[in-house]
Nanobody
Framework: QLQLVESGGGLVQPGGSLRLSCLVS????????IGWVRQAPGKEREGISC????????LYADSVKGRFTISRDNAKNTVYLQMNRLKPEDTAVYYC????????????WGQGTQVTVSS
């Protein structure tokens, strides 16, 4: 059983930056791929990034490619999402989630953290 806790959300102006953190606890968490999924009001969930467990290869949705960077620090049991050049359309609840492999349905989810991009 894994537990995931997100932090770092908040209100930021367009063009600004935020760094989200996902603290993961549980047995052999570093065997899991960790992804970030967001959901804006009235919209479906969107997988935006994922980092694998073994070689730390990464995936990004086109909507965030070049602006967001995912990384993991296994020593700190933490996965980060650095978000730069934020846009109003990035406003959403951001969730981290765990899966055996990137691209496969997530098995474990955090509670989410709100990101609002507004002037």
């Amino acid at each position: 059983q894994l537990q995931l806790v997100e932090s770092g959300g908040g209100l930021v102006q367009p063009g600004g930056s935020l760094r989200l953190s996902c603290l993961v606890s549980g047995f052999t968490w570093d065997y899991y791929a960790i992804g970030w999924v967001r959901q804006a009001p009235g919209k479906e969930r969107e997988g935006i990034s994922c980092i694998s467990s073994n070689d730390s290869s990464t995936l990004y949705a086109d909507s965030v490619k070049g602006r967001f960077t995912i990384s993991r620090d296994n020593a700190k049991n933490t996965v980060y999402l650095q978000m730069n050049r934020l846009k109003p359309e990035d406003t959403a609840v951001y969730y981290c989630a765990a899966s055996s492999v990137c691209g496969i349905l997530y098995d474990y989810w955090g509670q989410g953290t709100q990101v609002t991009v507004s002037s």
